[in-house]
């Protein structure tokens, strides 16, 4: 447990796509769109909020038990994301990411985690996740960079599909990783899945949302599968089961006599 401190199994790590549908005629899934800078305007567009509760069941595969987590899961936006679980009505943990970094700690083993971003991206096999990329990959926003030079879009009749043309590199603390990428998109251009392979290594990243619905003045998912494949496969399930938009008081900070865990 204690290796999913913060991401909740994403931040303690730390959804299924329900494809949708239209009653067009099948378009040929290699049919380029004519103009794509309007798609990529709308598919990088930020959710509309000031600040969001989700209430969500945690549900971890990793190897070792995990039992389902209870959590609420609170945005300030571009400032934080706090988070509580609750197992069988206990308090296990709490964690909160901001720009700066991570931290988090769980009672189970009594330890406690202090990092940067490197922690969290070690945890999903990739090197480019900062407290943006983080937000959106929880909100269903597009999470990586994209633009009409490195992808090509493609429309089939579920709704769009964006695929890398060539390799994606990206810098942490000097280390460069390259990925092959693809996303889609439902016909409401709401995002369905992002795979991310590694070149040249086994490590591969799906995210996938479903169930999306509206909320004020946002669009939001219901559903979020995490699969992290690598040395070890890990897959996390968050089913988000009620949205609201009050402030919340989010305190954080660790017990007494709990010991550091140091990140490797």
Known sequence: ?????????????????????TGDAPINT?????????????IKENTDFQQLKINTRITAET?????????TIYIEKDQ????????IFLNVGRGIATPEGIKGYEKWNKTYIESDFSYLNSLLNVNFIDYGAFQNLL????????????FKVTKNAQGYLLSSVKNLKFTNNGKVSEYNASLSYNADMDLEKVSLNKVDEPDQLEVSYSNWENFENARLPKNVKIIIKGAKNS??????????????????????????????
């Open 1 to 21: 447990m204690k290796k999913y401190i913060i991401p909740a199994a994403l931040m303690l790590i730390l959804s299924s796509c329900k494809t949708r549908t």
């Open 80 to 87: 934080k994301v706090w988070i509580n679980m609750v197992a």
């Open 139 to 150: 909100l269903g926003k597009t999470f990586i960079p994209v633009n009409d030079k490195d």
């Open 30 to 42: 290699q049919t380029a769109i004519a103009s794509s800078s309007a798609f990529f305007t709308k």
């Open 235 to 264: 897959q996390i399930l968050l089913e988000n089961t009620k949205f609201e938009s009050s402030k919340m008081v989010t305190p954080y900070s660790v017990p007494n006599n709990y010991t550091k865990t140091e990140i490797k």
């Open 63 to 71: 190897g070792s038990f995990i039992p389902p987590l209870d959590a």
